[in-house]
């Protein structure tokens, strides 16, 4: 079965970490673009960051670069979101995206607040 799979979305206080993971399954995984997006309560699905096949290449939306990093382990078929110093704006449903396949995720909901 072609899925993916996130987990690690909870409440968290602002300025903590969280460190989203997503499992693929049903698929080569290591010949995929792999993205991230996330939804906010009564907005539209943001993207948040792509990562090339190789983990080589990433590019971030400006409203977390530098404080989201993205990285894959295609030995685990493993794609991760490390997310520092959260913002209460960062509260979302949060997504990830296999580009080769047009497949999504469930998602795992983030919540930042004290």
């Known amino acids: 079965q072609v899925q993916l799979v996130e987990s690690g979305g909870e409440l968290v206080q602002p300025g903590g970490s969280l460190r989203l993971s997503c499992v693929a399954s049903g698929f080569t995984f290591s010949n995929s673009v792999m993205l991230w997006y996330r939804q906010a309560p009564g907005k539209e699905r943001e993207w948040v960051g792509t990562?090339?096949?190789?983990?080589?290449?990433?590019n971030y939306a400006d409203s977390v670069k530098g404080r989201f990093t993205m990285s894959r382990d295609n030995g685990k078929n493993s794609f991760d979101l490390q997310m520092n110093n959260l913002k209460p704006e960062d509260t979302a449903v949060y997504f990830c995206?296999?580009?080769?396949?047009?497949?999504w995720g469930q998602g795992t909901q983030v919540t930042v607040s004290s």
């Open positions: 990562i090339g096949a190789d983990g080589d290449l990433a």
């Open positions: 995206r296999a580009l080769s396949q047009d497949i």
